[in-house]
């Protein structure tokens, strides 16, 4: 079993539409979780940094994060165009251990 | 936010050659940052963490000799692919933690790098 399990899609969904992104992980020392946006060719941008359990809104993004299950998402608002691009969710331990541990990506395609 | 300009963008080479990337975190000074190999659909996999001022630190796996890394100085960490392969072929990307403990990460672009 992989550390972090993401869904590769592609996921397709027409614009306005409500995206829902998800990871689910097997570490327990799993302490930091982030969902970075990359654009084809370029380096992923920090989305959403979260650390503890529960809900966390920015504009029309909500990162989720569920400790007991070991499962967080993106919820993506009133989708756009500008959206479209391939979603990795990232996590990390406590302390000074830097290393983070990506997802696939889930490749997201909004429809105008 | 940090900004960290890894250059170049993209490099075509030829078997056999070494080629070298560069990234630099231009906000603030960076003791550590991390470069990390993509490979199309797949997720980022985390190479090796360049240290200034000591040896990099690799993961099980990846050839030091054939991935060499500086950390030349607090804001420049580069990569020099030797002896380069197709099988190198890849995205290289460089990232550069944040100065309030590391847990977010900030990155470069990427290297586009073609081995013909």
């Known amino acids: 079993q992989k550390e972090v399990e993401q869904d590769p899609g592609p996921l397709s969904v027409p614009e306005g539409a409500i995206v829902s992104l998800n990871c689910t992980y097997s570490?327990?020392?799993?302490?930091?979780f982030m969902w970075y946006r990359q654009y084809s060719r370029k380096g992923p941008e920090l989305l959403m940094y979260?650390?503890?359990?529960g809900n966390k809104e920015d504009g029309r993004f909500t990162a989720q994060v569920d400790k007991s299950s070991k499962y967080i998402s993106l919820f993506i608002r009133d989708s756009q165009p500008s959206d479209s691009a391939t979603y990795l969710c990232?996590?990390?331990?406590?302390?000074?251990?830097?290393?983070?541990?990506f997802g696939k990506g889930t490749l997201l395609t909004v429809n105008p | 936010g940090a900004v960290v300009s890894q250059h170049p963008s993209w490099v075509i080479c030829k078997s056999g050659t070494s080629v070298k990337i560069e990234c630099r975190s231009l906000?603030?000074?960076?003791?550590?940052m991390f470069w990390y190999r993509q490979f199309p659909k797949q997720s980022l996999m985390l190479m090796a963490t360049?240290?200034?001022?000591?040896?990099?630190?690799?993961e099980q796996g990846v050839e030091k000799d054939k991935f060499l890394i500086n950390h030349a100085s607090l804001t420049l960490s580069t990569l020099t692919v030797t002896s380069a392969h197709p099988e190198d072929s890849s995205f290289y990307i460089c990232?550069?933690?944040?100065?309030?403990?590391?847990?977010?990460?900030?990155f470069g672009a990427g290297t586009r790098l073609s081995v013909l």
């Open positions: 360049s240290n200034e001022g000591s040896k990099a630190t690799y």
């Open positions: 979260t650390y503890s359990s």
């Open positions: 906000d603030f000074q960076a003791t550590t």
């Open positions: 570490n327990s020392a799993f302490q930091y």
């Open positions: 990232a996590m990390k331990g406590g302390g000074s251990n830097y290393k983070l541990t």
């Open positions: 990232s550069v933690p944040d100065t309030g403990g590391g847990d977010i990460q900030y």
